[in-house]
């Protein structure tokens, strides 16, 4: 007989189709050549189908994540109450059949340390973001990991650095295990220029992806004469519904509406990319990886991003892309002007970028760091750096 595969519990953030969920996605089936994966999800959503076709056993749970929204009067009982049913649900089945290891995907997946406290299991915990508002938040998350995780898995050296700095005494059980992805084939050759020039941003309307600084560039751009189209791919979650009014506002005011089309989301990254000259990241506050720049890079496209942040890990500025300083429009306007004025840089770009996509970036390097932590947890070690 075969013996029975042990059984881990997975805590996820949501099951949408984004960054930590894809990374989600792209570690599973590595995941499952050692485990049976049970994942929890804080209600449904599109990425319960690609979770259960991977293999992984689902609980959809009412809403535990921790969201901005639930850190208000009103929402924090509410929150606590789902909570505390969760645990319960989670704390059923794992007598019913006990995990190994908990394994919370984001600092947003709220119930990891509570499902540590009770069942005295290791807990991994993925550091893909690092919130740093309100201000009392950050401490608060990392004395909470501090008590309760064996192993801090973070996403890229800027987001290492951010909790050791944070958070001293986590330092030796950080570790950098950069995100991949599976790459879609290259398209055949660098994409030829379009009429208008068009530019690609891929990201949820959130305060923190810098769509105000874009829309001011794109101003700008049109006050030099530059006719441009920029498609936006993502949707905006209710509480940000404001800020998605804003843009609106300020696209009739300056006259830029005929210049931007809502594409809304959108799952499919040759999709997203196939009527683009260049991809931009505006972000306001750096990106802690930012697999839009590797998507788009794969893509053969030059990515223009902010930071120093997780996106200077990704490209390579001058090479595969342009950093710019986060809330600059007129560098992020400057920079496309000189991308749009250069073909064949752009192309050069793009094939460096695809290159360094595949070599770097692979969704087996990524899944094979992922599943070495998760192994050494499960027989009672961690890995070092």
């Known amino acids: 007989m075969t013996a029975k595969l042990p059984r881990i519990c997975v805590v996820a ?25 049970t994942i929890a999800t804080p209600s449904g959503g599109p990425g319960v ?14 809403d535990y994540a921790l969201r901005r929204r639930h850190l208000t009067a009103a929402g924090l009982l509410p929150w606590l109450l789902r909570l505390f049913s969760s645990v319960r649900t989670l704390t059923k089945s794992h007598r019913d059949d006990p995990f190994c290891v908990i394994y919370s995907n984001t600092l947003a997946a709220g119930i990891g340390p509570l499902l540590r406290w009770r069942w005295r299991i ?5 550091v893909h973001e690092c919130p740093n508002e309100p201000t009392w938040l950050p401490g608060a998350l990392l004395r909470v990991v501090d008590w309760s995780t064996q192993v ?106 005929k210049m931007i089309e809502w594409r809304g989301f959108v799952a ?16 306001v506050i750096p990106e802690e990886f930012s697999l839009v720049c590797l998507e788009a890079q794969s893509m ?23 950093i710019v300083a986060p809330g600059n429009a007129r560098e992020l306007c400057d920079a496309i002007c000189r991308l749009e004025d250069d073909a064949a840089l752009r192309a050069t770009m793009g094939l460096a970028g695809r290159q360094r996509a595949e070599t770097t970036f692979s969704r087996e390097a990524f899944a094979n760091g992922i599943c070495d932590q998760i192994l050494a947890l499960s027989n009672g070690a961690s890995v070092k750096q």
């Not at 960054?19 to 989600?24: H, I, K, P």
């Not at 290791?122 to 993925?126: G, S």
């Not at 829309?215 to 006719?227: T, V, Y």
């Not at 053969?300 to 342009?322: M, W």
Request: proline share 8%; with cysteine; glycine share 6%.
């Open 152 to 257: 801090v898995i973070c996403n890229s050296n800027y987001s290492c650095t951010w909790v050791r700095t944070r958070r001293p005494q986590l330092a030796q059980r950080t570790v950098v295990v950069h995100n991949g992805l599976d790459l879609v084939p290259a398209p055949a050759a660098a994409p030829k220029p379009h009429t208008p020039f068009t530019i690609a941003c891929v990201a949820r309307i959130h305060p923190k992806k810098g769509h105000p600084v874009l829309f001011e560039a794109l101003r700008m751009a049109k006050e030099r004469g530059r006719d441009w189209k920029v498609q936006l791919f993502g949707d905006t979650l209710d509480e940000y519904m404001p800020l998605y009014e804003e843009l609106i506002r300020y696209a009739d005011t300056h006259g830029l509406a």
């Open 49 to 62: 189908a690609v979770l259960q076709a991977l293999g992984a056993e689902v609980i959809r749970l009412p």
């Open 300 to 322: 053969l496209l030059p990515v223009i991003a902010t930071g120093p942040g997780g996106a200077s890990e990704v490209l390579v500025d001058g090479k595969t892309g342009v």
């Open 13 to 37: 953030h949501s099951a949408d189709l984004y960054g930590a969920d894809r990374c989600l996605h792209a570690s599973l089936p590595d995941l499952l050549k050692h485990f049976r994966v």
């Open 122 to 126: 290791p807990h991994a915990v993925h």
């Open 268 to 283: 499919d990254v040759q999709i997203q990319y196939a009527d683009a000259d260049l991809a931009v990241v505006p972000s």
